[in-house]
């Protein structure tokens, strides 16, 4: 099955033409014409999820869980040219977008079986007490409600993951909300196919065109529109901190505040202690080099800094320098992320306190591996060396003592992922770090590298800011659709007007 992108937005279930247009940036192949996006769009986008709300909502659970399914079975219909235009346009590798439209078929599968179920209603019941002294108790039953219209923003790393039919759209979907998709310009094409899939199961399943709408990529002002758009009652969002900080101050300087579900990155510290060192270095290294440089870094669950005693810093260092040089160069995802690499590697070089240890040249789209070692002392308070570089760039912090590297925990903001290499003989300093390391991250892990989020009903992708928005949500797993639901009590009401779902 072949693909030519036709450039169009989608709106209440019409293609439609931007008098406007932009080129999109293949790594490789033809460039292809798409409609810039408009204030106007958005508009008519926000208006039709609003009117679709009151039908949508009402839906079934059983009639939500077919259409996600219907909507993974349109998307595997065009699985070969869904990875020939996404490997066109980002450079990943085939078996990477091929693994990845699994995972988004999966996750839309896994939701579906999840709502079927019904535990995430959360739903509650406390009986009339007519007799209780000195007051009686009214009988109140509890059920969690879809919120409303949610806007999407498309993600420039996991074009099918998380961007137009990834976790976030397949959450508010799944909890009875339509979605408006604003799509990422790294790769708009991947984005109209997945969008045509959507609209193919919304036909099938005789819903209103409003629930899901895709409007291309635009200025600011779009991505502004559609946060502050008064039909719109939250936002899902994964990029940059700069970007997603943006937004979500919009959302809470609105007239009617809304949640904003960002992801925005992490550095995603492993601490290395030294008997796990001592005994299986080696194997560490491999795993390291390898979780670190996967898809040209480009992961927000990439392991950019390992704590390690200053004892044993040397030896990594001489390891990990050798495992890297092996690695070579890979593309990245756009050339504004391949140069902003580079500025975040300058910025790390930069410091006096800092010694390179492996720095290689890059050529426009194209990253290579960089490798820098600091002491524990010279790291603690220094900012720059906290923020994340997007790209395969370790950073080898040397702790002077286990008092340190508990300081240094401490000293990190809020992560994704936090990982200890452990063997039992470092189980007391374990211990001493745990309690610090699951305050600062929303996923910690043993003797593993982070690279790799399974969509489960248990994971946990969020944590403290700058991770992300929302310390108390994920966006991943099945937790993920109470992000776009709210609690409604019902007091006293006869079982005839209660919801289907509670009576």
Known sequence: MSFTPHGRHLIVGEWVASPQTFLSEPAHGPAHAFGVGTVD???????????????????????????????ADAIEARAEAITEIGTQETGLPVARLQGERGRTTGQLRLFASHI?????????????????????????????????????????????????AGGDTASALAAGCPVVVKGHSAHPGTGEIIAEAVAEAIGKCKLHPGVFSLVQGGRR?????????????????????????ALFDLCASRPEPIPFFGELGS??????????????????????????????????TNPGIAVVRADQAEALGAAMVTALQAVGSQTMLTEGIAAAYVQG??????????????????????????LFMVKGSDWIGNH???????????????AESEDQMLEIARAFEGQLTATLHVDDADTALARRLLPILQRKAGRVLANGFPTGVEVCDAMVHGGPYPASTNFGATSVGTMAIRRFLRPVSYQNLPEALLPGDLR
């Open 384 to 398: 720059p060396l906290q923020e994340e570089v997007f790209g395969p760039l370790g950073l080898i912090i040397a």
């Open 267 to 300: 550095v995603n510290p492993m601490f290395l202690l030294p008997n796990a060192v001592a005994a299986r270095m080696d194997k560490i290294v491999v795993g390291w080099a390898g979780s670190l440089t996967q898809g040209a870094g480009q992961f927000c």
């Open 116 to 164: 079927r179920a019904g535990a995430y209603l959360d739903r509650r019941s406390d009986a009339a007490l007519p007799d209780r002294a000195p007051l009686p108790r009214p009988e109140i039953r509890l059920m969690q409600q879809p919120i409303g219209p949610v806007a999407v923003f498309g993600a420039s790393n996991f074009p099918l993951a998380f961007s137009t």
């Open 221 to 245: 002002d779009v991505g502004a529109a559609l946060v502050t758009h008064p039909l719109i009652k939250a936002v899902g969002f994964t990029g940059s901190l700069a970007g997603g900080r």
């Open 345 to 370: 590697r300058d910025r790390i070089a930069a410091s006096p306190a800092v010694r390179d240890l492996l720095t290689q040249m890059c050529d426009r789209r194209q990253a290579t591996p960089q």
């Open 41 to 71: 769009l958005v508009n008519r986008a926000a208006e039709a999820a609003e009117e679709a709300f009151w039908s949508y909502s009402a839906t079934t659970r059983e009639e939500r869980a077919v259409f996600l399914e219907t909507i």
